[in-house]
C-alpha cells in the first residue's frame, strides 16, 4: 500500500457486479475522481466488502494501481449506514450493507486515519459498479 507523505489519506470504496472488469472499474475511478480534481497518486487504498475478496476485476484494478485491497463484513459496515448519501435495498438483498463504496471507503479511511472520516465523493454508478471515496486526517506519530 502506498501512503500520500503529507495530507489527508484518500480511501476509494468500490462495489461491483460479479464479472465487473478491472478496465471498468479504473474508468469509473478515473472518471469519478477527474471531476473532482483528485490524482490517483493521492490514492492511499481501495476498499469493498468481503463477498468480493476475489473477484478478478477488484483484484486486478488494485494490483494495476500498486494499491491495498481492504475488504469488510457487512456486519462492519453496517455502523455507517446513518453516515451514507444512498441506501441501496438492493444491495442489502444481496450482501446485507445498504452502501457498500460509501461505507468501506469511510470505514477504511477510519482505520488508516482518524476518526470521523468523512464522504469526499459521495456514490458515483456506473452500469457495473460503484465508486465512493472517504477523506480522514492521518494519525498523530
Not at 10 to 16: D, N, P, S, Y
Not at 119 to 131: D, G, H, M, R, V
Request: hydrophobic letters at 40%; aromatic letters at 4%.
Amino acid at each position: 500500500m502506498r501512503e500520500a507523505a503529507t495530507g489527508p489519506i484518500l480511501v476509494i470504496g468500490l462495489g461491483c457486479r460479479q464479472g465487473c472488469s478491472a478496465e471498468h472499474l479504473r474508468a469509473l475511478i478515473e472518471h469519478s475522481l477527474g471531476k473532482a480534481g483528485i490524482s490517483l497518486s493521492e490514492i492511499s487504498a481501495l476498499a469493498s466488502i468481503d463477498t468480493k475478496q476475489h473477484e478478478p476485476g477488484l483484484l486486478q484494478v488494485a494490483a494495476h494501481l500498486n494499491l491495498r485491497l481492504e475488504v469488510f463484513s457487512a456486519e462492519q459496515l453496517a455502523p455507517y449506514t446513518s453516515r451514507l448519501s444512498h441506501h441501496s435495498t438492493i444491495a442489502f438483498e444481496h450482501t446485507g450493507c445498504f452502501g457498500i463504496a460509501e461505507s468501506a471507503s469511510l470505514a477504511l479511511s477510519e482505520q488508516l486515519g482518524t476518526w470521523p472520516a468523512s464522504l469526499l465523493i459521495t456514490l458515483q454508478k456506473s452500469s457495473t459498479a460503484t465508486f465512493a471515496l472517504a477523506s480522514s486526517e492521518q494519525k498523530p506519530r
